[in-house]
């Protein structure tokens, strides 16, 4: 897929062709969560404005509102016990050139994703840069994927902290957390029932705070079930 989406012009058939798929299903505004610098050379301004271009020559061609997240993945600036902060702060200065290069193009805000082995306190930086351009904060947290329980919802909170206008999944702030009691984190330490009460608590105070920033959560069953929860169906889906 890879070698695929790095031919000529094959960006530009991808965007119109999935356009085209939205239209017909009666969808009249998407976003496009995309990496700009994912599977580039040297990860630069310049290179990401030339992916995305693509794609938006492609998506321009159908009666669709589209729009551009930039969804950067964490995985690439290390993890909790060793951060590059070095590669972070070089990605705010090209993240920034590419919100000046792009101008043309409808970049409406910054994600976050993929494995949590980041904090997010980590991008704060490139955050408040992004909000100074005027864009928005689209992160995911809390999808369970941090080596605690506690460390992901230490996400959640800074997430809500740095005015994050959505919280990408942050089930961790609704779903049920009886199915960990009796098993190790990803540090080998024990969910016993006074941690899984203690967590509980923290819990509810994150799910208050959400409540009362405005953050609107995203919820993605699909993507949940497919992933490592648990959920065998959608009635198993916390959201109720």
Same mark, same amino acid.
């Given at each position: 897929?890879?070698?695929?989406?790095?031919?000529?012009?094959?960006?530009?058939?991808?965007?119109?062709?999935?356009?085209?798929?939205?239209?017909?299903?009666?969808?009249?505004?998407?976003?496009?969560?995309?990496?700009?610098?994912?599977?580039?050379?040297?990860?630069?301004?310049?290179?990401?404005?030339?992916?995305?271009?693509?794609?938006?020559?492609?998506?321009?061609?159908?009666?669709?509102? !589209?729009? +551009? @997240?930039?969804? #950067? /993945?964490?995985? $690439?600036?290390?993890?909790?016990?060793? =951060?590059?902060?070095?590669?972070?702060?070089?990605?705010?200065?090209?993240?920034?050139?590419?919100?000046?290069?792009?101008?043309?193009?409808?970049?409406?805000?910054?994600?976050?994703?993929?494995?949590?082995?980041?904090?997010? !306190?980590? +991008? @704060?930086?490139? #955050? /408040?840069?992004? $909000?100074?351009?005027?864009?928005?904060? =689209?992160?995911?947290?809390?999808?369970?994927?941090?080596?605690?329980?506690?460390?992901?919802?230490?996400?959640?909170?800074?997430?809500?902290?740095?005015?994050?206008?959505?919280?990408?999944?942050?089930?961790?702030?609704?779903? !049920?957390?009886?199915?960990?009691?009796?098993?190790?984190?990803?540090?080998?330490?024990?969910?016993?029932?006074?941690?899984?009460?203690?967590?509980?608590?923290?819990?509810?105070?994150?799910?208050?705070?959400?409540?009362?920033?405005?953050?609107?959560?995203?919820?993605?069953?699909?993507?949940?079930?497919?992933?490592?929860?648990?959920?065998?169906?959608?009635?198993?889906?916390?959201?109720?």
């Amino acid at each position: 897929t890879g070698y695929l989406v790095s031919l000529p012009n094959v960006k530009t058939q991808i965007g119109e062709a999935i356009c085209r798929s939205f239209q017909n299903d009666g969808i009249r505004y998407v976003e496009w969560r995309v990496d700009p610098f994912s599977s580039t050379q040297n990860e630069t301004a310049e290179e990401g404005l030339e992916k995305l271009s693509e794609y938006y020559e492609g998506m321009k061609r159908v009666d669709v509102d !589209s729009r +551009f @997240v930039m969804s #950067i /993945s964490k995985r $690439r600036y290390g993890n909790d016990r060793n =951060v590059n902060y070095k590669k972070i702060e070089s990605l705010g200065m090209e993240v920034e050139r590419l919100i000046s290069l792009g101008k043309g193009l409808p970049i409406v805000g910054i994600d976050f994703s993929n494995a949590e082995t980041v904090p997010i !306190s980590a +991008f @704060v930086d490139v #955050i /408040s840069l992004v $909000r100074r351009n005027g864009l928005g904060i =689209v992160p995911h947290v809390g999808e369970c994927t941090t080596y605690t329980l506690e460390e992901g919802f230490d996400d959640i909170e800074a997430a809500i902290s740095f005015g994050s206008d959505r919280l990408g999944h942050a089930i961790l702030a609704y779903m !049920s957390l009886d199915a960990h009691l009796g098993k190790a984190d990803f540090r080998g330490n024990v969910y016993n029932a006074n941690r899984i009460e203690r967590l509980k608590s923290r819990q509810d105070e994150v799910l208050g705070q959400i409540k009362e920033s405005g953050s609107v959560v995203e919820v993605c069953p699909t993507s949940n079930l497919s992933a490592h929860l648990g959920l065998r169906s959608y009635e198993d889906h916390p959201v109720g």
